[in-house]
């Protein structure tokens, strides 16, 4: 995919969150790759998906709730 005459790979599902010197990172997961092409990239990073970075946010926090009612 070609965004802003740049080339540009898209993403296929956030699979993991992390921090990484106080800042979150996301396990990406890149359409057309296997897992073991996922990488961890920051939110700067994924500006063109964050509608998926917030639908895993809200995922994230479900689940994190869940874990502490347990």
Do not use: P
């Not at 296929?12 to 010197?21: A, H, P, S, T």
Request: proline content about 0%.
């Amino acid at each position: 995919m070609v965004i802003e005459g740049e080339e540009e790979w898209e993403v296929e599902k956030i699979m993991n969150k992390r921090q990484v010197r106080g800042r979150d990172k996301y396990l990406v997961r890149w359409k057309g790759c296997t897992a073991e092409e996922d990488t961890w990239e920051s939110k700067e990073n994924l500006k063109n998906a964050s509608d998926l970075v917030e639908e895993f946010e809200k995922e994230y926090e479900r689940e994190e709730e869940e874990k502490t009612r347990q």
